[in-house]
């Protein structure tokens, strides 16, 4: 009976090792609906160089890079969780307004680059290399150079 648990748990852990970071490129109209809305919304003229399909055991994620360079990371129902801007900025529509009106209040001529939500945090990136993170609150948390 050991044997066979033994056996069992090993090939679990072969399968899950082998089954971890299973990247796969798609199509666009194989993201999830709401990813490709938002694409369609915020991202219109910008042309896709590749989307793919990020899966492990326990996860599921999309990433689409733009041939300017720009990037999207979507999670497994399609909400945007992270996006870089490197020719231009991150669109202001995406950003709460909270964190809109204090980057305009403290930095008044930079941009936002980047901006990631994670777990009810978000944090931002900005064109003089500052990193901020805001809580749910949308109070500063943190900013690292």
């Known amino acids: 009976?050991?044997?066979?648990?033994?056996?069992?748990?090993?090939?679990?852990?072969?399968?899950?090792?082998?089954?971890?970071?299973?990247?796969?490129?798609?199509?666009?109209?194989?993201?999830?609906?709401?990813?490709?809305?938002?694409?369609?919304?915020?991202?219109?003229?910008?042309?896709?160089?590749?989307?793919?399909?990020?899966?492990?055991?326990?996860?599921?994620?999309?990433?689409?890079?733009?041939t300017n360079g720009e990037e999207i990371e979507f999670d497994k129902t399609g909400e945007w969780k992270e996006v870089k801007c490197r020719q231009s900025e991150v669109p202001a529509q995406i950003i709460p307004e909270a964190i809109r009106n204090y980057v305009k209040e403290n930095y008044p001529d930079i941009r936002i680059l980047q901006i990631e939500l994670d777990k009810k945090e978000y944090e931002i990136r900005l064109s003089n290399r500052l990193e901020i993170t805001f809580d749910s609150k949308m109070r500063v948390i943190d900013i690292d150079d």
């Open 1 to 66: 009976m050991k044997k066979l648990v033994l056996l069992l748990v090993c090939m679990f852990t072969m399968h899950t090792m082998v089954m971890a970071d299973n990247d796969k490129p798609i199509q666009v109209n194989q993201l999830p609906a709401k990813a490709q809305t938002f694409i369609n919304t915020y991202f219109k003229d910008h042309k896709v160089a590749l989307a793919k399909e990020e899966s492990g055991v326990f996860y599921k994620s999309y990433d689409v890079v733009f």
